[in-house]
């Protein structure tokens, strides 16, 4: 006889009303079949909160986003700074294979960063032009579906895709931890799809993104129960030096009694991630544990994308779970030859003390994306010195001078030229966006 277990995933996100709540309800339902051995996987899906109103023009950072302001994430993981300081701003040969309810493919924020099947764009409809099984998958697939349609009728992949990867320097909304990348959509998930099955659809999902060889997945989701199909994906990942990112969950438990999968797999290139908020505390909904969660990183009330290009609020470890991707991509742009294991390291290694933390994540560290990209440098050692493979850079870059750093604060890294002496940043940015890059407000 089948027995159905349900788990309600409730998130609520703090703030007062919301002008326009997405059509999604504030509980989504998980399905076990223990008749079956089917076990659940649900998104980490929390509800949309829309922006009220529209965020005023505010030139106050090198990249130009007006709303950056909003995603005080960024701004205590020193991700700015990580730009601005080491020049790294990740890089479209990332890419990151984003599993999670879909992405709006189309918002003005992503479209640029989202990564492209370049032979089924160029093949014909109809054919499975690059032979991988599956006819115009041109951004990603829709597992629920079996088809292309990666609208995200929900919000939560479009999301998790901002946070990681919004395109930087576009003069509009926001910027991702990396303003460059690759985003791969695919769709394991949708709420509204009756006899869904998500754990074999993450499962085809992480075949998919193995296949074509992703350097990072993002899987803000997860079950109760391990899998054995997708710990062999995972093994399989850990050959190809893959990156998994996986959400410790919104149980309020304790990882290392109850395993939440796939975050908490023994595998050295799996990071699990909890979430903290404006006060560096963990949020009382996440999953934490001394032994099974990585790192903390932010996720409470974050500001990003949302389908029919608009933007709003979510709160969750799935949100601090996009960070650390955003990280990775970051350090996988700059150091191409570090694999998943290595990226974790620099990430583990490299993040904030905080004693709040004792008894919540493993190393009692929260994410900080400036440290894990300056700490491994090459030529550049955490307190600034300069060392070999930069004679011909202009080393005030790299001093501790405050002042030398503070002026770069409100340039636009397209304006510095390699005449400068500097690095030539122009060129690692996509010449399609240079055009649109406000012009730089000197009153500020
Ligand atoms: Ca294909
Ligand atoms: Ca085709
Ligand atoms: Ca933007």
């Known amino acids: 006889m089948k027995k159905l277990l349900f788990i309600p995933l409730a998130l609520t996100i703090a703030g007062s009303c919301s002008l326009f709540q997405l059509e999604s309800k504030n509980e989504t339902t998980a399905y076990i079949d223990l008749g079956s051995k089917k076990a659940s996987r649900s998104t980490e899906l929390g509800t949309a909160q829309k922006a009220k109103k529209k965020m005023k023009k505010e030139y106050d950072i090198r990249l130009m986003d007006p709303a950056i302001k909003q995603k005080w994430g960024l701004a205590l993981t020193d991700s700015k700074k990580a730009w601005e300081r080491h020049k790294v701003l990740g890089s479209r040969d990332i890419v990151v294979a984003v599993i999670d309810t879909g992405i709006d493919v189309d918002h003005p924020d992503l479209k640029d960063n989202i990564w492209k099947n370049k032979r089924e764009l160029k093949g014909k409809p109809g054919v499975d032009d690059d032979n991988n099984g599956f006819v115009d998958d041109f951004y990603g697939w829709n597992f629920v579906s079996n088809n292309n349609d990666l609208a995200d009728n929900h919000g939560h992949g479009t999301h998790i895709a901002g946070i990681i990867g919004a395109v930087g320097g576009n003069g509009i909304g926001i910027s991702g931890v990396a303003p460059r990348v690759s985003l791969m959509a695919l769709k394991y998930y ?34 109760l129960e391990q899998s054995p199909a997708e710990k062999k994906l995972i093994e399989e990942a850990h050959r190809k030096g893959i990156l998994v990112v996986a959400a410790a969950g919104n149980e309020k438990s304790n990882s290392d009694i109850h395993g939440y999968y796939p975050a908490d797999y023994e595998y050295d290139n799996i990071i699990s991630v909890t979430a903290f908020d404006q006060s560096e505390n963990i949020l009382p909904t996440s999953n934490y544990g001394s032994k099974t969660v990585d790192i903390a990183a932010p996720g409470n009330n974050i500001y990003s994308t949302l389908p029919g290009g608009s933007y709003g609020y979510m709160t969750g470890t799935s949100q601090a779970t996009a960070f650390v991707s955003g990280v990775a991509v970051l350090l996988k742009s700059r150091f191409t030859d570090f694999n998943a294991q290595k990226i974790v390291k620099n990430i583990l290694e490299n993040g904030t003390f905080d004693s709040k933390l004792a008894g919540k994540t493993r190393f009692k560290k929260r994410l900080n994306t400036w440290a894990a990209i300056a700490g491994q440098d090459r030529g550049v050692a955490r307190t600034g010195i300069v060392a070999e493979n930069t004679s011909n850079m202009n080393t005030r870059l790299f001093t501790n001078d405050e002042k030398y750093h503070e002026s770069l604060e409100f340039q636009d890294i397209t304006q510095i030229k390699p005449s400068n002496g500097l690095l030539d940043l122009s060129k690692a940015l996509n010449k399609q966006f240079l055009p649109q890059i406000a012009p730089i407000d000197n009153k500020l």
């Open 190 to 223: 949708d709420p509204k799809a009756p006899g869904r099955n998500n754990l074999m659809n993450t499962v085809q999902a992480l075949k998919y993104a193995i296949d074509q060889g992703v350097d990072v997945i993002n899987y803000s989701g997860g079950g």
